[in-house]
């Protein structure tokens, strides 16, 4: 498993000191209940927070009815937090009071540090040191604070000391904008979402994101948790938590900012967190089962279908309408997001054809028409019918508009039908809560989702029942396919090793392999090829040159010895024209594999999550079309087959229009070999480029020929620093 200590200390944090305070110290502490030092006393005594209150601040002796202390080391009652509300140049000595009273978190609302320039990190530095020394662990700093609504810790500023009344509930969040993220509460809360705890967390120059769901994790009033970030400094820790809440069985929902070229610029100017490369970010969730979301609505949404606990067995769902239009819209969007709405079975069928008027539907989604409302019985005959269907994973009812008595009817048999099953049950409602308020009510007390829109039901109940799948699926294989098996040392150089050295290195890996030869530029091209079996290609091999074809450097479909001499004599006599000052290493003769699909294969090293492998149709159309799938190093073949099966051009390798179907086995093998290779190199190898690999067909090595994977082309860099060997994965940062 992966090491999570970060900057120092480890990732384990006392939680209920955290979210469950006895004491709160507030440095900078003000009698203006409007400025930053003021808010957070006002809103603690306001909400009836029922542990000790201790204001700092030497120019008073008493704020708000409460004594006032000169600094924190002078609070003798127990106090586990402290809220740090003064100028930059005066937080470090902050932290060191709070370390000799013993007090554990600070939550540093201050800026002037990372974010500011070079001065503010080298000061944001030392106070890490001075935190670390004193064993003070830290929120922030430039972070709007710590709300916990069940314990009424308000240790933040801004408006949200103001929504004191906001509901309670199972979720707890982190995000790295405060004003964003205590939004995103309010307006989950005016849905009827409740919340647990909600961190901004800054710079995250000491606990992190990632840490931070750590704690949610492990706290068990919480079952959904969620997070608004920008960048992370440890890509890995976040994989490692998105597995902790899978095993957990509590979704983890992530927003992700800063994805442009002008939000990065933000993000850096906003909290200086690495943005990293926004696909890596995407291709991380999928790994860990996060689910990434794009809007408040659909957080909210998932927010709703989530706290039901309920987990649908798979995407089949049966949807119940009113409204035939509102079906329609809901089927549409639910197959787009990977739904399946099946036929009923028969006795299902049977059943829905006594209940359904003939100007209605009983095919899946069910138009069961307004008209039923007559008579409830046949609305709860209707709906028992459907959910009871065993090829009905989940139960969708869309009620339209229906206002009034008849929505409070239908909400008692709604709930009647849900407490008799196990499978999720979800209402798509539109009406304005003041025309059905008990109806809302009673719905809501049985922890049935209401969504408003048909669409957004069907999004929600797709998302849930994916996370569903991809958590049995996660779980079922190991958190990081770490191997044990060493891989040859690399070559002790920071230049790029050509193609020649870069598939040796390669080979040596047992990744693919290649059939070729490297010839001097003044040797015998027909003797050095007595080895190899026509036709041939022929490359010139330099360190100097990286687009061959752009310099005249490759001859394919060489047929006989003597197109051989005249095509050595042409790469030379072309590349002496076009790149004279290239240093020549050779010219490299291969076989020319002509069966084969083309594909991409890479690594690059990401700044939040290291070693990064890319696949993808190759050749030529890499650039063109982008078809590119990535997954954090190391991982299995399941995952690298996942990769595969990603991309838009997996017809091709599958056997498009009469082509041989190529041996997605060894492509997957190798790119899972491969993902090991970047892992125990992580130190060295910077980058590696493999295009084209070229992926045989399945039938060759179905009968004992040589098919699998060719490296055609490769080009490795590494970096000047040599370890001696392989270093675990506790030493990655």
């Known amino acids: 498993m992966y090491n999570s200590a970060h900057n120092g200390f480890t990732a384990s944090v006392d939680r209920e000191r955290l979210i469950s305070p006895r004491g709160i110290a507030v440095i900078g502490a003000s009698r203006d209940s409007s400025r930053i030092g003021g808010q957070p006393i006002k809103a603690l005594q306001a909400a009836g927070y029922t542990g000790g209150i201790y204001p700092v601040n030497p120019r008073y002796e008493e704020v708000a009815g409460l004594r006032c202390y000169p600094d924190a080391a002078h609070i003798d009652e127990p106090c586990d937090l402290a809220i740090i509300a003064v100028s930059s140049a005066h937080v470090l000595k902050s932290i060191r009071d709070c370390s000799s009273a013993g007090i554990g978190f600070a939550v540093i609302l201050s800026g002037g540090f990372r974010e500011s320039g070079e001065s503010g990190a080298a000061l944001e530095h030392e106070l890490l040191e001075a935190a670390r020394a004193g064993g003070v662990r830290l929120i922030g700093p430039n972070c709007q604070g710590l709300v916990n609504f069940p314990n009424r810790v308000f240790a933040a500023f801004g408006s949200i000391t103001g929504e004191l009344d906001l509901p309670e509930g199972p979720v707890s969040m982190a995000f790295q904008s405060g004003g964003f993220g205590f939004a995103i509460a309010t307006q989950a809360a005016a849905e009827g979402v ?24 492990d706290d068990p009033g919480t079952s959904i948790c969620a997070a608004y970030i920008e960048g992370l400094s440890n890509g890995r820790r976040l994989i490692d938590v998105g ?5 957990a069985s509590k979704p983890l929902l992530v927003w992700k900012g800063g994805n442009t070229e002008s939000g990065a610029r933000a993000a850096a100017s906003h909290t200086a967190n690495m943005t990293g490369s926004y696909e890596v970010f995407q ?7 996060i689910i990434e979301v794009f809007d408040v609505q659909e957080m909210v949404d998932l927010f709703k279908v989530f706290s039901t606990r309920r987990q649908a067995r798979g995407e089949r769902i049966g949807a119940l309408s009113i409204s035939g239009g509102s079906g329609i819209v809901f089927a549409d969007r639910a197959i787009r997001d990977g739904l399946s709405l099946p036929e009923f079975g028969a006795e299902t069928a049977r059943k829905l054809a006594e209940i359904v008027p003939t100007f209605g539907s009983a095919a899946n989604p069910i138009d069961i028409t307004a008209g039923v409302f007559n008579d409830m019985g046949l609305f709860e005959r209707a709906l028992e019918a459907t959910i009871e269907d065993d090829g009905i994973d ?3 009812i869309l009620l339209a508009s229906l206002p009034g008595a008849a929505a409070l009817s239908a909400a008692r048999v709604i709930v009647a039908v849900a407490e008799r099953t196990e499978k999720p049950v979800l209402v798509g409602w539109s009406v304005r809560r003041d025309r059905a308020e008990e109806a809302y009510d009673l719905l809501e007390a049985a922890g049935i989702p209401i969504i408003p829109t048909p669409v957004r039901l069907a999004h929600a109940a797709a998302v849930s029942s994916r996370w569903a799948t991809q958590r049995r699926t996660i779980l079922a294989r190991p958190q990081w396919a770490d191997t044990e098996d060493a891989f040859p040392v690399l070559p002790e150089t920071s230049r790029p090793l050509d193609e020649f050295s870069s598939k040796q290195v390669l080979a040596d890996a047992g990744i693919g392999r290649s059939v070729d030869v490297l010839m001097p530029c003044d040797g015998a091209p027909a003797v050095a090829a007595e080895c190899l079996t026509y036709p041939l290609v022929a490359k010139i091999v330099s360190k100097d040159i990286a687009h061959k074809t752009e310099v005249g450097g490759v001859k394919l479909g060489i047929a006989t010895p003597q197109e051989l001499d005249r095509a050595v004599q042409d790469i030379l006599a072309s590349v002496a024209r076009h790149a004279p000052e290239a240093r020549l ?17 890479g690594v690059v090293q990401d700044p939040c999550f290291g070693p990064v492998v ?10 063109i079309f982008g078809d590119v799938s990535f997954r954090v190093a190391p991982f299995d073949e399941d995952v690298a087959r996942e990769m595969i099966f990603e991309l838009k051009s997996l017809p091709i390798f599958q056997g498009a229009r009469g082509r041989e179907p190529a041996d997605i086995d060894a492509f997957a093998e190798t790119l899972a070999q491969l993902s090991q290779f970047a892992w125990y190199h992580r130190h060295r190898l910077r980058e590696l480029d493999i295009n084209p690999a070229l992926v045989r067909p399945a039938t060759l090595s179905a009968t004992g020929m040589r098919g699998g994977i060719v490296i055609a082309d490769a080009l490795m860099i590494l970096s000047d620093v040599t370890t001696g060997g392989h270093v675990r994965d506790s030493d990655h940062a």
């Open 194 to 217: 409740g919340f647990r705890t909600c961190i901004s967390t800054g710079n995250e120059a000491d606990l992190t994101t990632p840490d931070l769901l750590d704690v949610f994790i």
């Open 585 to 601: 290493e050779g010219i490299l003769l291969a076989e020319m594999v002509a069966d084969a699909t083309e594909a991409l294969m």
């Open 243 to 247: 597995r902790k809440a899978l095993e």
């Open 394 to 396: 989940q139960l969708a």
């Open 614 to 623: 890319a696949v993808g149709l190759g050749g030529i159309y890499a650039e």
């Open 283 to 289: 291709s991380a969730f999928r790994q860990a089962g």
